[in-house]
């Protein structure tokens, strides 16, 4: 999750140009992206397997089937030779787990034990939304392979001059990491500009937007990230120098969403206000990284911060989707427990409404150093959603949002052999189950478990050398 750190140095000004800036984006929408090409990703130095004796999750159900791998691909129909027979013992076969929204992956600090614990929790696809592009660089190398994390990034975020994330980033790029330093040394960061053009880009106007837009795609981005803070009253938050608490103007947004999908990107928004959400649907853009008010604050007016039935049908046209975030609103107080069940009332009928509207909702932690299962874990706690969908969510929607048109999240003929192998039934113990893991593949490539996992789970999954 990235900080937003707010400090006032003038009082605000109210002068608003909202209405004339969506004049201007209904003047020049924004084209959908055309539909990407089916394509997998093959690995013909994994093994010839057979594994018989599963139950194999088919989106809704297990069913008990026998599939073969070859050159990394499942099939049903035996190949000419087989290399290891694995016999699963009747335990339950899913696809990997996918992470929609982090910021982790960025750089190489840390970034071996980061790529084990996701493989370890079953996480195979992960989507960076904002990070350093030097980081995304450095990190590239390690990253989409059989044996590691398959990862997307959006480089940095696009926002306007001292906007969220600037304080994100530039204070620990300085080398203040204590939060306390920063409202002392508050004029110095603002003067900082050690991230700018990597992790943050300050785009105020077109000319700096024209100016820029050829660097941010020499970067390589496989998406975009930009920031809507309280968009409509943008210019009475410029006005008042606030330091992390802005994004951009509705307008440079708006011609940003219109380059991006005609450079081939998506784009994802970060909303704070549900007028934030409808703007971002106007604009055309294909996610949000949060839904309003994610974080369960007091709302005078529920209109703010909620999402209206009209609301969700009208991104759900669009094929929009989002990463709700919602074990961020977890973070309460026992002096919040009333409020902490009103906020998890509204998060339950959202994810509903949600599947309801065709707004796919996408499992993100957005927490620094953890993985989507304490999300996914509060989803199952809300109980918004069966588990067989729960699952299906989870490992297929999530993981084809990250790569479109990519086979992947299904366990069918013609898709990439990755896929984990549970001790335990999902669709009756979920929690339990996907922390259970007996068999992890990718690509058809056997991955280590941990040593813990190795002495407890000995003898669970039988395999057979053939000759």
């Not at 929204?101 to 696809?125: C, F, N, Q, S």
């Not at 803070?229 to 509705?250: H, I, V, W």
């Not at 003929?413 to 992890?440: M, T």
């Amino acid at each position: 999750m990235l900080p937003r750190f707010v400090i006032s140095r003038r009082p605000a000004l109210l002068l608003v140009f909202f209405l004339l800036s969506l004049v201007a984006l209904a003047q020049h929408p924004a084209r959908p992206l055309a539909r990407p090409r089916v394509y997998v990703r093959t690995n013909p130095a994994s093994p010839a397997w057979e594994l018989r004796n599963g139950q194999w999750f088919d989106g809704k159900r297990f069913q008990k089937r026998v599939f073969y791998v070859k050159d990394g691909l499942l099939q049903r129909s035996r190949p000419a030779h087989v290399d290891t027979v694995v016999d699963l013992r009747g335990q339950w076969v899913i696809p990997p787990f996918a992470e929609a929204h982090t910021h982790m992956l960025d750089g190489t600090r840390g970034l071996p034990a980061m790529i084990e614990k996701y493989l370890r929790e079953g996480v195979y696809y992960v989507q960076v939304l904002t990070n350093s592009r030097r980081g995304a660089e450095a990190a590239r190398p390690f990253l989409n392979q059989p044996r590691s994390v398959d990862a997307v990034y959006a480089n940095g975020g696009l926002t306007s001059t001292l906007g969220h994330p600037f304080m994100a980033y530039e204070p620990r790029a300085m080398g203040f990491y204590d939060y306390t330093q920063w409202k002392i040394k508050q004029d110095t960061i603002a003067k900082s500009r050690l991230m700018e053009n990597d992790a943050y880009w300050f785009l105020d106007s077109l000319p700096d937007l024209n100016a820029k837009w050829p660097r941010i795609l020499a970067g390589r981005p496989d998406l975009l990230k930009i920031y809507l803070l309280d968009a409509k009253n943008y210019e009475r938050t410029r006005r008042s120098g606030q330091l992390g608490d802005k994004g951009l103007r509705p307008d440079i947004a708006a011609e940003i969403v219109r380059r991006a999908h005609a450079a081939g990107l998506r784009v994802f928004a970060h909303v704070e206000t549900a007028d934030d959400f409808r703007l971002g649907v106007r604009l055309g853009v294909d996610g949000f990284a949060h839904a309003p008010n994610y974080g369960g604050r007091d709302c005078p007016d529920p209109a703010d911060c909620y999402l209206t039935a009209a609301d969700l049908r009208a991104a759900g046209r669009r094929g929009i989707m989002m990463t709700p975030t919602v074990w961020i609103g977890y973070n309460f107080t026992p002096a919040d427990s009333s409020r902490l069940r009103r906020h998890q009332t509204a998060q339950r009928e959202l994810l509903r409404n949600m599947v309801r509207s065709n707004v796919a909702p996408l499992v993100g932690a957005d927490w620094y150093g953890e993985t989507p299962v304490g999300e996914a874990l509060a989803w199952e706690k809300l109980g918004a959603f069966d588990h067989g969908t729960l699952l299906r969510l989870w490992t297929e929607t999530t993981a084809r949002a990250i790569f479109p048109s990519r086979r992947i999240g299904r366990l069918a003929p013609g898709y990439e052999a990755s896929l984990l192998v549970l001790g335990q039934n999902p669709l009756l113990d979920f929690p339990a189950a996907v922390r259970d893991i007996r068999l992890r593949v990718k690509q058809g490539e056997r991955l280590p478990g941990p040593p813990a996992d190795r002495a407890a789970q000995a003898g669970t999954v039988g395999t057979v050398q053939q000759p």
